[in-house]
């Protein structure tokens, strides 16, 4: 199982004194966050894209391609690009270059996106929500295949053997499809025997087992080989010392930011008990001390029937960068190992026993 950490760049008032730290020193700090994953041997990192004024991703290829500058191992991966809002071409090059620049370690996890900013920014329709996206997976699926590729669609002029450079350094650029919770995106993902990113930002891991079972139908139904379904899950995560100290630690930034995002969408507002049983054994926030967090990795895996990997939204917690570092550093150094030594012994598979 990969394990790593997703991140918005996320500009947080400090909870002691409500200040906000310059643009440019959260940059720096998530450039640094970068690093520590790398060194302690986390699989990936990823980069999300949003349009607010809370997160500092609007241009994620361009943070990827520093950080893999000052990286040696760690895939770079977007989380997620909203591919609705792109131009597949631009969107394409710019992970093509950015795994020229990192030697194959770029990575796409491609979505609609859960905010909807980007399209009246971009002059977009926002009821074309879904037919954008079909087309332009389509569109980037083709380029994946050939650099002079024929095709026509319906919002965007056609390609009629222009080349579309450069080429990535990997034969084949990794496209992950990023969901939430509607089932046509699901079986949409298995159908194309695309690999399968799901956003669990609340309630429990069991709730999105029969989506995961509708991909894999999809996917069997299509001819597609079961080995290529594979499923990960990005999840609110944090890991401390202690599992009050980690609850702590990420409850200010989480309850700053979902208030703010609740208030423009109509939902209560966030309480210390909610957030509580979200951390808690049932709930979805992988938040605790580092046998808490493992533990709870694997029933995510034996719940969804296997996962191949799991990612930590991390920016959530609004704490100065050593702290967050140190929380990067009991990821990779005591969560990681232990997932990966209990996948090694089961051989890969992960039953529902895992886990309190």
Not at 86 to 100: C, I, K
Not at 188 to 193: D, K, M, V
Not at 295 to 324: C, H, N, P, W, Y
Not at 340 to 356: D, K, P, V
């Amino acid at each position: 199982m990969e394990i790593g950490i997703d991140s918005f760049a996320a500009i947080l008032p400090d909870p002691a004194t409500g200040r906000l730290p310059s643009a440019s020193d959260r940059m720096a700090d998530l450039l640094e966050e970068v690093e520590v994953a790398d060194r302690v041997g986390l699989d990936l990192f990823g980069i999300g894209e949003h349009h607010r004024a809370e997160f500092l991703d609007s241009a994620p290829t361009v943070i990827l391609a520093a950080a893999a500058a000052r990286t040696k191992q760690i895939k770079l991966t977007s989380a997620v690009t909203v591919l609705s809002a792109a131009d597949p071409v631009r969107v394409f090059q710019e992970f093509a270059t950015l795994d020229l620049i990192s030697k194959g370690r770029a990575e796409l996890v491609v979505g609609r996106g859960s905010f909807t900013e980007a399209f009246p920014l971009f002059g977009l329709d926002l009821h074309a929500y879904d037919d954008l996206f079909a087309e332009k997976l389509d569109l980037l699926l083709e380029l994946r295949e050939t650099p002079n590729p024929d095709w026509e669609g319906r919002f965007r002029p056609a390609l009629r053997g222009q080349g579309v450079f450069p080429r990535p350094h990997q034969a084949q650029l990794p496209v992950w499809i990023g969901v939430g919770g509607t089932p046509q995106s699901f079986v949409r993902a298995g159908a194309l025997g695309l690999p399968l990113m799901i956003a669990i930002i609340g309630g429990s891991f069991e709730r999105f087992r029969p989506l995961v079972d509708l991909y894999r139908e999809a996917g069997a139904e299509a001819g597609v080989a079961p080995e290529r379904l594979k499923v990960g899950v990005h999840a609110m995560g944090f890991v401390g010392e202690t599992d009050i100290a980690a609850a702590d630690a990420f409850y200010p930034g989480w309850s700053h930011l979902t208030g703010t995002i609740g208030r423009e969408r109509g939902w209560a507002p966030p309480t210390r008990r909610d957030f509580d049983a979200l951390a808690g054994p049932e709930g979805a926030f992988l938040v605790g001390a580092p046998d808490t967090v493992a533990a709870k990795i694997l029933r995510a895996s034996g719940a969804l029937g296997d996962i191949a990997r799991v990612t930590f939204q991390m920016s959530t917690a609004s704490l100065e960068t050593a702290a967050m570092k140190r929380s990067i550093e009991l990821l990779g150094t005591e969560v990681a190992p232990i997932v990966r030594e209990r996948a090694a012994r089961e051989g890969g598979r992960i039953t529902l026993s895992a886990g309190r």
